[in-house]
């Protein structure tokens, strides 16, 4: 089992950046591929960006393409997600989630019930 924090939230002008932060507790960080998703008031929570267990191979929403970074850092059982180029529609409260699950492909981690553990989220907001 596995226990998550994101942090780095707020609140920052269109064109600005932040970088997300999602500590995870237990000893098996490691063995979990690692996602990251966005939701806003009364809306499904959206698909962001995932990351394998080796930082090797990511993927992205279409949405985020281009302009958000996801890594981690094994040794400091942390994923991070750089945000650039914020637009005001990226306003959400963003989730970290953890996936036991090793899909042969990326595009099987779009989907929140591929993960099983989940942050209590934080808060992004973008002004125009």
């Known amino acids: 089992q596995v226990q998550l924090v994101e942090s780095g939230g707020g609140l920052v002008q269109a064109g600005g950046s932040l970088r997300l932060s999602c500590a995870a507790s237990?000893?098996?960080?490691?063995?979990?591929?690692m996602g990251w998703f966005r939701q806003e008031a009364g809306k499904e929570r959206d698909f962001v960006a995932q990351?394998?267990?080796?930082?090797?191979?990511?993927y992205y929403g279409d949405s985020v393409k281009g302009r958000f970074t996801i890594s981690r850092d094994n040794a400091k059982n942390t994923v991070y997600l750089q945000m650039n180029s914020l637009k005001p529609e990226d306003t959400a409260v963003y989730y970290c989630?953890?996936?036991?699950?090793?899909?042969?492909?990326?595009?099987?981690?779009?989907?929140?019930?591929?993960?099983?553990?989940w942050g209590p989220g934080t808060q992004v907001s973008v002004s125009s």
């Open positions: 237990g000893r098996t960080f490691s063995s979990y591929a």
């Open positions: 989630a953890a996936s036991p699950r090793a899909y042969t492909s990326s595009i099987y981690y779009a989907r929140a019930a591929a993960f099983d553990y």
């Open positions: 990351i394998n267990w080796r930082g090797d191979s990511t």
